[in-house]
């Protein structure tokens, strides 16, 4: 079940009316509970057992993390020494650490397993470790697993931090399964999707309009902007030595824009469905084109991850708690294991440590600032920050070429070419022509466009402030989705972060 798809269209309204029809909580959740596995089995249907073992396994364990969280009977025990007191805290202490060790070590087996088990049976059997022919095993990994890992650990760490544990396992199981979020997120803490149970009110007029206008909006942005330039892209990228290095520097901008579209749009739909229902869930992307510098990228770029990076990964290493030095280490392991998580493949593996150098530079650029007046004003002058714009922008959009191209030779290959390499006129005719139907200037003016609008919807929203009424977006979303049913290529392409 796609959601630019009538199916789905037709599948949430009929949630959606049955969701409301019925007063109790309990109810509720139950409805979304069903709903959820209805929608998981129109896609991987083989996978729900293993989902739901996982929320089990998580549940009963985030229970024993918070039986634990309070200090046991030692605590009021008058009677003991002090020695005794402190052999029972330590003791105390390390069960809980063992349950939340047991159970990131769970999680995170079960993720990598599931990635990249295809990967080392296929190096083992290229270097004749094993025999069994195992050229076509691909990747076993459950649609929206990395996600619906990152939320059980995350559960698992803030009950360890002292978050209450749930008592009720339908809860648990409705927030892991909700069908708007567990593909591709947004990465949402349990507390903070459950709690909204307690205030739910019927939807406002407003509420709807706002939830139709995010679906039509993502609508837009997947169906019309992303797939229409993945055209394009494909070409390009599956066509290397016989592209122009303009059309390789144009490739890679389009990519650029073809996953923050995607990715967005996606979440644009997660977050507008989930409105009918009276929940929120938490924005993901904030104009990260438009970001400064790399360390600003990654607070604008799907944000839920980051936040999720800087909370479970970055500050139990330490953080900048601990000098220059061990900050930018602890950086780099990051951004590396992020990098990792992406996928089995080498050039996932540079992406990470690319991002993770950038991010280096900064730091360390940003304590050079810090010391010489000079600089410090030079970055805030209008030609500082274009600078620093330029330099970030071309970082994030070079790396995409590892991300996009994970094979090593593909993306060496990208890179040689992007000077001084002019194209074959029969690719031109065939990607220019015949596929896009304009002309090369014509597709860059398309871009600039498509970027320019971009950015004065950014400014009109950030600092004029100016918001679209509620019957104007109900206007709106009629129109977008008539505009979709005309422009969205008929060889849609599925979501790009459903690989990951």
Not at 67 to 87: L, M
Not at 163 to 191: C, D, M, Q, R, V
Not at 347 to 366: I, Q, S
Not at 473 to 499: G, H, M, N, T
Request: proline share 4%; aromatic share 16%; net charge positive.
């Amino acid at each position: 079940m796609n959601f630019i798809s009538g199916i789905y269209g037709l599948f949430l309204l009929s949630i959606l009316g049955i969701y409301w029809s019925v007063t109790q909580q309990k109810w509720q959740i139950w409805s979304l509970l069903v709903a959820s596995l209805v929608f998981y089995a129109s896609l991987q249907p083989h996978y729900i057992p293993l989902l739901l073992t996982l929320i089990f396994i998580n549940f009963r364990l985030g229970k024993a993390i918070g039986y634990n969280t309070s200090p046991g009977e030692h605590s009021s025990d008058w009677r003991i020494s002090n020695e005794q007191w402190q052999i029972a805290h330590s003791d105390w202490n390390r069960r809980r650490v063992r349950l939340l060790w047991f159970g990131i070590g769970i999680n995170v087996l079960l993720l990598y397993a599931s990635k990249y088990l295809p990967a080392i049976l296929n190096f083992l059997q290229s270097n004749n470790f094993i025999e069994t022919n195992v050229s076509s095993f691909k990747s076993i990994a459950p649609l929206g697993f990395s996600f619906f890992i990152f939320e059980c650990i995350a559960y698992l760490v803030d009950v360890y931090r002292g978050a209450p544990a749930t008592e009720e396992l339908i809860n648990f199981a409705s927030y892991k399964l909700f069908f708007a979020k567990l593909i591709s997120g947004p990465i949402t803490p349990y507390h903070n999707f459950i709690s909204q149970f307690k205030s739910l009110e019927s939807p406002t007029p407003e509420t709807v309009a706002e939830g139709l206008w995010l679906i039509a909006r993502g609508i837009v942005k997947k169906g019309i902007f992303a797939d229409n330039l993945a055209i394009y892209v494909d070409l390009c990228f599956g066509n290397i030595p016989r592209a122009g290095s303009i059309d390789l520097w144009l490739a890679m901008l389009a990519y650029g824009l073809q996953l923050y579209l995607d990715f967005s749009g996606y979440v644009d739909m997660a977050r507008g469905s989930a409105l009918l229902f009276g929940l929120n869930l938490p924005k993901n992307f904030d104009a990260p084109y438009l970001s400064t510098s790399i360390a600003d990228f990654w607070r604008r770029w799907h944000m839920t991850l980051g936040n999720w990076l800087r909370n479970y990964l970055y500050f139990p290493l330490g953080g900048s708690r601990q000098g220059l030095i061990r900050t930018c280490i602890n950086l780099m392991i990051v951004m590396v294991i992020a990098g990792i998580w992406h996928g089995a493949a080498l050039g996932f593996v540079v992406w990470g440590t690319y991002h993770g150098l950038a991010l280096v530079v900064h730091r360390l650029t940003d304590s050079v600032s810090n010391r010489i007046s000079l600089l410090r004003v030079f970055w805030l002058h209008p030609i500082g920050i274009f600078l620093a714009w330029l330099l970030t922008q071309l970082m994030v959009f070079t790396a995409w070429i590892w991300f996009r191209l994970p094979n090593i030779q593909d993306s060496l290959l990208v890179f040689q070419r992007l000077w001084g390499h002019p194209a074959d006129v029969q690719f031109l005719q065939k990607v220019y022509l015949e596929a896009l139907s304009m002309t090369q200037y014509q597709f860059i003016s398309l871009l600039a466009m498509l970027a320019t609008v971009m950015v004065l919807v950014y400014i009109l929203n950030r600092y004029l402030t100016l918001q679209i009424n509620w019957p104007l977006k109900l206007l709106f979303v009629p129109l977008c989705l008539w505009s979709a049913w005309i422009l969205v290529p008929p060889d849609a392409r599925p979501y790009i972060y459903f690989d990951f």
